[in-house]
């Protein structure tokens, strides 16, 4: 990826130049994909895709693109799409330690499984 600092969808809304917004893919009218983050959401055009990550891409899958806002057509074209990048349970739940993944009664098991 060429950029260092993230967008949100609300921000793109009159931007020039090019840009990386990090989201989740979804359909929100039929036959428009769309990416949406916790400010909103923007139409995005896949046509013009020249670098991909492997991986699966399907609706509701977590993504990073870059790319430039058309704004004559409030669409942003994607240049580059993929996957980001993977982090080790351990550190999410170390981040997240205020939430519980699992029911009360099922994080005991968990603990033993993964000693």
Not at 7 to 15: A, D, P, R, S, V
Not at 31 to 46: A, E, M, P
Not at 60 to 81: A, K
Request: proline fraction near 3%; aromatic fraction near 12%; charge should be neutral.
């Amino acid at each position: 990826y060429d950029c260092t600092e993230l967008t949100n969808t609300q921000e793109l809304i009159g931007t020039k130049g090019k840009k990386c917004i990090f989201g989740m893919l979804c359909e929100l009218y039929e036959g428009k994909i769309y990416l949406q983050d916790t400010s909103g959401s923007v139409q995005i055009d896949l046509s013009n895709v020249k670098i991909t990550t492997i991986g699966l891409f399907t609706f509701n899958c977590f993504v990073l693109c870059d790319g430039y806002m058309n704004n004559n057509r409030n669409v942003f074209q994607v240049e580059t799409i993929g996957h980001p990048p993977y982090e080790k349970r351990k550190k999410t739940i170390k981040s997240f330690n205020n939430l519980h993944f699992l029911p009360f009664n099922k994080q005991q098991i968990m603990m033993e499984l993964e000693q």
